[in-house]
């Protein structure tokens, strides 16, 4: 077949994720992997003296030569994609084409293909999160003091500091990425047990050879560096595609929230932070002024593409009829590649955000001037109730302080809290004008967040080094 972008391709064909993603999940990788498994098993029957040394040869000299076009006019004729690709092979391998597949059923070659493709893909996933989180780290490190407004409800809450929050998303990166780890360390294929999986083919091959089928696939699986279920229907269990997507789901989740903050940050409201832009870069084909944050939106599009293949993968664990039905099939040629192609491309751009990331320190130091004093308010009240001050009646005091202020800001007036509170009569029997104006000062009342930030960004580079 020969695809145009005169007919629909899927953007995750060209657009979206990155070549080297697109290039494990495509079908000409997967046929490779069917003949490496192939040659595998031809090999352990051989040792079983099944199988001659010539014909495990021959299958090795032609493992390489994927002729997709002819496997799709024997496919046409006889409708199973796997047996069209036995035809393909034997019709090269004229010596030990006779062989292939001998003793197996599809799921013996296609589910263990799967899941060598899954940690290949694990591994592509974990390196460039790797490399995401090293670039939060960095970024940490360098504004792990650099005080701005926190936010609770939308609403201005406490002074932070921008490393600190940036913390607060490589923290969760950082879970997702042991998560993956250890999803990666635990993946395990169908190994060969052929159509319900109780080897029954297998032992009836192997009578009389002194191989016994468990034998046969600890060879196998071996040879693949991937070990097997001890116990499988027709396929490996279904559940582990459901901890796949999981786990990517849990990625998708981390970016989301972080690049949906970044929008809320980008609005000219907070504008503290922004994605790059590029020079000619066009916002808007009708209001030329815009610099709409388009990859934060990116990512937030896809991570609801991602956790939607999650719900697929638990469909198909779920609903796996008996020893196996079918219905998974169409399903999972696609659902496996695009959550993991999504996640490639989530991770790329965030990656890209995280290493141009714009910082409005003017904005930042605006929304501190304008709304920290409120925060600050807390601080006066501790000191003057360590004076003595009853707390009680000093609190209804500053909070009809605080919103007398907060009415003029709202006007866009200047805060005149600073002033209003160093001159009133009530708390100058606790504190001093200047002690007052000090305490209200809200850039130095981010208690150990720039320690935390510090520390953390060090835990990610330990983690991620091992």
Sequence with gaps: MHFTHEEFLSPFT???????MRAIWSEAHKRRVWRRIWVELARAEQAAGLVTAEQVADLEAHAEQID?????????????DLMAEVRTYAEQATVGGGV???????????????????????????????????????????????PIMAFTHIQPAEPTTMGYRLSLYAQDLLDDYCLLRTTRRNLRGKGLKGAVGTSASYGELLKNTGMTPADLE??????????????????????????????????????????????????PVIDEWHEPFGRLQVGSSAMPFKRNPINAEKIDSLGRLVVA?????????????????????????????????????????????????????????RNLDRFGAFAAVERVLMAAGKAGANRQELHEHL?????????????????????????SPTLAHYLAP?????????????????????????????TIAD
């Design 14 to 20: 060209w657009r979206y994720g990155t070549h080297d």
């Design 68 to 80: 997709i076009a002819r496997a799709e006019e024997i496919e046409a004729d006889i409708q199973h």
């Design 100 to 146: 292939i597949h001998l003793g197996a059923t599809s799921a013996d070659i296609e589910d263990n293909a799967d899941v060598i493709r899954t940690r290949e893909s694990l591994d592509l996933t974990l390196a460039a999160l790797g490399k995401l989180l090293r670039c939060f780290a960095e970024l940490i490190q360098q504004v792990a003091d650099a």
């Design 218 to 267: 600890a060879r196998v699986m071996a040879a693949l560096d991937l070990p097997p279920y001890p116990v499988a229907s027709q396929t490996y269990p279904r559940k582990q595609d459901w901890q796949v997507t999981s786990a990517l789901a849990g990625v998708a989740g981390s970016l989301y929230k972080f690049a949906f903050d970044l929008r809320v940050l980008q609005s």
């Design 309 to 365: 293949m999650e719900r697929v993968a638990w469909d198909n664990a779920s609903h796996s009829l008996l020893e196996r039905t079918l219905d998974d099939s169409a399903n999972r040629r696609e659902m496996l590649p695009i959550a993991f192609l999504a996640t490639n491309e989530m991770i790329r751009v965030t990656t890209r955000i995280i290493s141009g990331l714009r910082i409005d320190e003017q904005a930042a130091q």
């Design 399 to 423: 909070r009809e302080h605080s919103l007398a202020a907060w009415a003029k800001v709202a006007n866009g007036e200047p805060n005149p809290l600073v002033e209003s509170l160093a001159n």
């Design 434 to 462: 200047d002690e007052i104006r000090a305490l209200l000062d809200a850039s130095a009342y981010v208690g150990d967040a720039p320690t935390r930030a510090r520390q953390f960004a060090a835990q990610i580079l330990e």
